[in-house]
Nanobody, 120 residues
């Protein structure tokens, strides 16, 4: 059974930090790309970051570049999103997703999401 489970969301003040985790089962991250996405109510889903197992490349949306960092711990089959200098506009449900080919292309499996709320 393939599962992706996000955790680490919650309430934080503007300027604060959160670390999101994406724990995988049913596959290992070293064979896949893992991306983080977010969606605020009434808005389109937005790609935030991705890490590719094929060459280790990382990608970031312009809106989070310099503030967020994606990383992986293959021994724990977990990918993290460290979010610093959070802003109210970062408020959203955050999802992790997996892509089978190891590149940051269209995603094949999705987690259920974790809520991040940044207060002003």
């Amino acid at each position: 059974e393939v599962q992706l489970v996000e955790s680490g969301g919650g309430l934080v003040q503007a300027g604060g930090s959160l670390r999101l985790s994406c724990a995988a089962s049913g596959f290992t991250f070293d064979d896949y790309a893992i991306g983080w996405f977010r969606q605020a109510p009434g808005k389109e889903r937005e790609g935030v970051s991705c890490i590719s197992s094929s060459d280790g490349s990382t990608y970031y949306a312009d809106s989070v570049k310099g503030r967020f960092t994606i990383s992986s711990d293959n021994a724990k089959n977990t990918v993290y999103l460290q979010m610093n200098s959070l802003k109210p506009e970062d408020t959203a449900v955050y999802y992790c997703a997996a892509e089978f080919q190891g590149w940051c292309g269209p995603m094949d499996y999705w987690g259920q999401g974790t809520q991040v709320t940044v207060s002003s």
